[in-house]
């Protein structure tokens, strides 16, 4: 049994793996947190009595969250969580940047995800804080992918940088009578219309394609876009299990030996 931890920009999610699959655990905001309060809360009272035999990592957070978890995994598991990375290569998905390691690692496993599931090109979308979209042919050569702001992000630029109304939520439609809803609706199309241009321009490169959303506001991307697509909320968990999968029995015994160098802050 393993848990599987996907620490976002401003969100962390995680699953509980066993024999039967991934069970998704409660997704918290992990800025301003007392994240040992909250991890006693989602992951050990769903655990129980059970305890993981590894805990694997996508983080793109940096070191602000990773050193207190690892520390409050060595004192409830005795064991350190293992950060995977972007490389070169993975079960014939094939990096498209020179330098694979400045490749987010969890664009990486969402494909990788994605590729465990779906044969032929993807088109896999990750939209959040940030969102990406990336494109694989038929053969696991990744041809790129594009960034830009998330809904969201987009609407606390307009509240930072002008003087409109900060609309968090609201409804997204093509046209409204009050600003709030002018923001919603703005926002929610202008990354609409991006990801169906993005994902017609990936379908003159490679096709047939699967179109894959994930990330924080796929919902809202499935719900509006007139392309088929397919929505899976765990799919960057999916491939840090690949990933967690491939490692060797070293690499899993060095995670139980250096708890002794970590302390709970």
């Not at 990788?112 to 969102?131: E, F, K, M, N, P």
């Not at 042919?137 to 830009?148: E, K, R, T, W």
């Not at 940088?161 to 939520?169: E, G, K, Q, V």
Request: charged letters at 20%.
């Amino acid at each position: 049994m393993r848990i599987l931890v996907d620490i976002g920009n401003s969100r962390c999610k995680s699953a509980i793996e066993d024999e039967d699959g991934l069970h998704p655990l409660e997704t918290f905001a992990w800025k301003d947190v007392f994240l040992h309060e909250v991890l006693d809360r989602v992951w050990l009272k769903a655990l129980g009595e059970r305890r993981p035999e590894s805990v694997h990592v996508s983080n793109v957070a940096g070191e602000r969250l990773l050193p207190n978890m690892s520390a409050w995994c060595c004192d409830k598991f005795a064991i350190k969580p293992i950060a995977i990375h972007s490389v070169a290569e993975f079960n014939g998905l094939k990096n498209a940047y020179n330098e694979p390691e400045t490749f987010g690692v969890d664009r990486w496993a969402a494909m990788i995800g994605a590729r465990a599931q779906y044969s032929g090109g993807l088109c896999v979308i990750d939209s959040g804080t940030a969102t990406t979209v990336d494109l694989i042919d038929a053969d696991g050569v990744h041809l790129g992918g594009a960034i830009l702001p998330g809904i969201y992000t987009m609407r606390r630029s307009l509240g930072k940088y002008t003087s409109a109304l900060f609309a968090a939520d609201g409804d997204i439609s093509p046209f409204s009578d009050n600003t709030a809803g002018g923001i919603a609706g703005g926002t929610g199309f202008a990354s609409i219309g991006a990801m169906e241009r993005l994902v017609y321009e990936a379908s003159q490169r490679v096709s047939p394609m699967t179109t894959i959303v994930t990330g924080g506001e796929a919902k809202i991307l499935e719900s509006f876009m007139r392309i088929p697509v397919v929505h899976d909320e765990l799919l960057v968990l999916k491939g840090v299990s690949e990933m967690g999968g491939a490692l060797s029995e070293i690499e899993l015994g060095l995670a139980s030996t250096c708890c002794d160098r970590l302390s709970l802050n």
